[in-house]
């Protein structure tokens, strides 16, 4: 559940189809859920060329693994996408916390 406070009115409303933001667990005192999140979903870039993709984690001090789905079009490390030839591949970047993997992806086209 969000709670939404009008700093206008100073009302406070809650809203049961939207989660509470980790942060607001944690201070709950209820641990939050591990995660990854990448800040884009999908990139275009030459051949040649790089792209940096960000990943938020929880926790944040996960180690982050990176990995492509064709190193040939586009290579990764340490979430820098390197275009190596034209086509598409597909990034994953993933966490693992007590023995289960996370991972959320971005897609990459090569021009």
């Given at each position: 559940m969000?709670?939404?406070?009008?700093?206008?009115?100073?009302?406070?409303?809650?809203?049961?189809?939207?989660?509470?933001?980790?942060e607001w667990i944690s201070l709950l005192g209820v641990e939050p859920q591990?995660?990854?999140v990448l800040n884009r979903s999908a990139a275009t870039i030459t051949v040649g060329n790089t792209v940096t993709i960000e990943?938020?984690?929880v926790?944040?001090?996960?180690v982050v693994s990176w990995s492509s789905s064709a190193d040939t079009k586009a290579s990764v490390a340490n979430g820098v996408v390197t275009g190596e030839d034209a086509g598409t591949a597909i990034i994953t970047a993933s966490i693992t916390v007590d023995g289960t993997t996370y991972s959320d992806t971005c897609n990459i086209t090569v021009e």
């Open positions: 969000k709670i939404v406070e009008d700093t206008l009115y100073g009302t406070t409303t809650s809203d049961p189809r939207l989660p509470l933001p980790n591990p995660d990854i990943a938020t984690t926790p944040s001090d996960a």
